[in-house]
């Protein structure tokens, strides 16, 4: 058992599963239990028969005795003579062994011997017993010993014992066969003294022969049955660990499967397939402890999908899922089996290039990464154009340890985003500080507009027929305690970055139309007020209610406020941007195009936007008389908005000559330093209050 134990654990079945195992082992134990059994039966069976087959011997053997006895106490019986019965000529010598009697009937003696084997032989034929008796001298040869009996009789004569009990054949059959030594008595001399015994001699043996051939029959016929009944049951017994093995494998397999999916979720992000977080950290924890060992580099890959939201928005989330997998797919085949390709999340991919030699390799790498993301994908019929933002940070320059790689190839990544995204930055210990000094400014921001030390400057757009102002332009202005002015190019994204552009976004709001408010009531009911909305304020709901709720807060009607977005910002996601824009404009507000020409102008949007008015950006404007390109782009954008049948601001103007190619060239309105820079609300009033006439400000 043991060995098997160490047969079932130790060898090729360590390999099956542990319900199989056990499944074996229980067969097995099973199989001994039943065999065991079996044999416990049979012995038990052949033993009981056996029992049975001396007892009846040992009754056959008694009965002789007796009927032996009783002869023997008698002399014999005297028996009448007839055709059958004769005297015997075996005793000749025994004086009285023929009478007489008196009415002359001849009498024969049969001698107790003759009388009990002439009994018994008529015993054997109904049960097939004999009794008998056995000696190494005899009278009647019938009496005369086998070759067994011989031997027998020859062991009771040297007095090795006096009686046996063995199973021997008889003419090739089997016999239960029985000899006791059988001593001379006073009886016995009469007939027997004449072969030379005396009283007291042993002078042969008694037996009985009992054929065991019914017994062995009996013995066969049983053991089958055990047989039978035995396999039945081991069978019944197999079938049911076979169906408890089954039911044990099914749910072991089932636990399997469930564990190894867990394990896959847990390691795995569900829609790429690529290794998630953290699987990702896990392997590169390992990745980089080979690095060490073989002192060679590793460099982090952060991948991000520029636009990502935009394609999810417009096309819809099973798009982007798409979009994804695509992506991914084209990750992994960029990348040899040893690196690591994961998805972090969202539009987030990171790929860890292994046992790298030199910084090079990573170059190429990154130039792969970008020429695969940049090829257009098709999906559902559609071909789309991507383009990713990463970031690279080496070990172990950039970083020994997997936390501070991975936050070094991220600043490197939003420095990428930073230069106008689709393209490739190394990480720089200069980029670190930049990344620290805009965490500062970003907390520095919070405590400002918390503190309310953000103020509006305005800037007057002028009427180009008359040169009245017609709307001032709220910007914001940071006074930075330690910094200084912060213009807003920088702190407004920062804003957007940090969530903090709900609120600042608000504040403009509220700021500006308070102060419409407050020149409305000083008399200067003709002006209106343009507020900028940058791209986060028109993704929120709530933008319409604020809008409503800060008109109504200060009794502005809606026609005097005018709300600008760029291209990008309404290009961004242009089926929310028109539904917002549109149910802006319902409300009579006023919506222009800012900086118009710098973004990714898409004429087919542009007319189903509700804009009333395009901002011709400054760039434009301001080589308009020295670059023949910028008076063209001018020109034609002053055609175009028209052509839609929207008015134009421009912006910038800085000159008379700016001002007067403007003008010749149909431009509606015009904003710039030539008319007046952005100031605070005060200097505008006091400016406008002592021109009784605004318009005459205009220069
Ligand atoms: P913008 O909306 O195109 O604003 C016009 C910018 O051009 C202002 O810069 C203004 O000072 C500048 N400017 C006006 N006339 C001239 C000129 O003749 N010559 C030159 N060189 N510049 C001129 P500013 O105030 O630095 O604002 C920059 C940008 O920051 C704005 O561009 C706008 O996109 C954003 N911004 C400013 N305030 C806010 C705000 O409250 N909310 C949002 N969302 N964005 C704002
Ligand atoms: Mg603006
Ligand atoms: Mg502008």
Not at 128 to 137: D, P
Not at 275 to 302: D, V
Request: net charge negative; with cysteine; glycine share 8%.
């Amino acid at each position: 058992m043991h060995r098997l134990l160490r047969l079932i654990s130790f060898s090729d079945a360590r390999h099956l599963p542990m319900a199989l195992k056990l499944s074996l082992l229980t067969a097995i134990i099973w199989s001994l239990v039943v065999a065991a059994s079996l044999q416990w039966n049979l012995h038990s069976n052949r033993s009981q028969t056996m029992k049975m087959a001396y007892a009846e011997a040992t009754a056959v053997r008694d009965l002789d005795m007796t009927l032996r006895r009783w002869a023997l106490r008698h002399g014999g019986i005297y028996v009448k003579v007839s055709e059958t019965v004769h005297p015997s000529p075996f005793m000749d010598h025994v004086a009285d062994r023929d009478l007489r009697t008196a009415d002359g009937v001849a009498l024969t003696l049969k001698a107790p011997a003759t009388m009990t084997r002439e009994m018994m032989d008529d015993y054997a034929k109904v049960g097939g017993v004999r009794g008998r008796i056995v000696g190494l001298r005899f009278l009647n040869p019938v009496n005369a010993p086998d070759a067994w009996e011989k031997g027998q009789l020859e062991a009771f004569a040297a007095g090795d014992r006096k009686e046996i009990w063995e199973i021997a054949d008889i003419d090739g059959q089997p016999f239960l066969r029985h000899l006791r030594a059988w001593f001379m008595d006073e009886g016995c001399v009469k007939c027997h003294g004449i072969l030379g015994y005396k009283a007291g001699d042993m002078r042969g043996a008694t037996g009985v022969n009992l054929p065991l051939a019914s017994y062995y029959a009996r013995i066969a016929a049983a053991g089958q049955q055990l047989i039978f009944s035995h396999l039945g049951i081991w069978l019944i017994g197999m079938i049911g660990i076979f169906w408890a093995g089954r039911e044990g494998y099914l749910r072991e397999a089932e636990r399997k499967n469930a564990q190894t999916h867990i394990h896959y979720l847990a390691h795995h992000d569900s829609l790429t397939g690529l290794s998630n977080r953290y699987s990702m950290e896990s392997r590169l924890r390992q990745a980089m402890a080979m690095a060490r060992r073989h002192s060679t580099l590793l460099a982090m890959f952060f991948i991000d999908l520029d636009q990502f939201k935009v394609v999810n928005d417009s096309l819809g989330h099973h798009f982007g899922d798409r979009l994804l997998v695509e992506v991914a797919r084209r990750l992994t085949l960029c990348s040899r089996e040893s690196d690591i390709v994961a998805r972090l999340g969202g539009d987030e991919f990171v790929i860890v290039l292994t046992e790298m030699e030199q910084r090079n390799d990573a170059i190429q790498m990154g130039n792969k990464i970008m020429n695969t993301l940049r090829q257009s994908c098709s999906i559902d019929g559609k071909s789309l154009y991507t383009s990713p933002s990463i970031g690279v940070s080496i070990f172990p320059d950039d970083g020994d340890d997997c936390d501070t790689l991975f936050k070094n190839a991220d600043t490197a990544m939003y420095h990428a985003k930073a230069q106008g995204r689709n393209n490739l930055q190394f990480f720089t210990q200069e980029l670190t500080q930049k990344a620290l000094e805009r965490m500062e400014l970003q907390q520095d921001l919070r405590i400002a507009l918390k503190e309310r030390a953000l103020e509006l400057h305005y800037q007057p757009q002028i009427r180009g027929s008359d040169g009245a102002i017609v709307a001032f332009e709220a910007l914001a202005r940071w006074h930075h305690p330690r910094l200084g002015w912060v213009p807003p190019d920088q702190f407004i994204p920062l804003a957007e970055e940090s969530g903090l552009m709900e609120t600042l976004g608000k504040w403009v709001l509220d700021e500006a139309c308070g102060q419409l408010a407050k020149w409305h009531a000083a008399g200067m009911t003709e002006i209106g007020m343009a507020v900028n909305i940058s791209t986060q304020q028109l993704r929120t709901a709530d933008l319409l209610n604020d809008v409503t709720e800060t008109l109504a807060h200060h009794g502005i009607a809606a026609s005097d406020l005018e709300l600008e977005v760029t291209e990008s910002v309404a290009m961004e996601n242009p089926k929310e941007a028109i539904a917002r824009l549109e149910a802006l404009q319902k409300l009579g507000l006023t919506i222009s195009i800012d900086d118009f020409g710098t973004g990714y102008s898409s004429l087919a949007y542009l007319k189903m936007l509700p804009v009333k008015i395009l901002k011709l950006d400054r760039t434009f404007v301001k080589d308009i008389e020295v670059d023949a390109n910028d008076a063209a782009i001018s020109r034609s954008t002053l055609a175009l908005a028209h052509g839609l049948g929207l008015e134009v601001v421009a912006e910038g103007v800085e000159t008379a000559a700016q001002r007067d190619f403007l003008l010749t060239h149909g431009c509606e309105f015009m904003q710039g330093y030539f008319f007046g820079k952005p100031e605070n609300g005060q200097v505008w009033q006091e400016r406008m209050q002592a021109q009784k006439n605004p318009a005459s400000l205009a220069v």
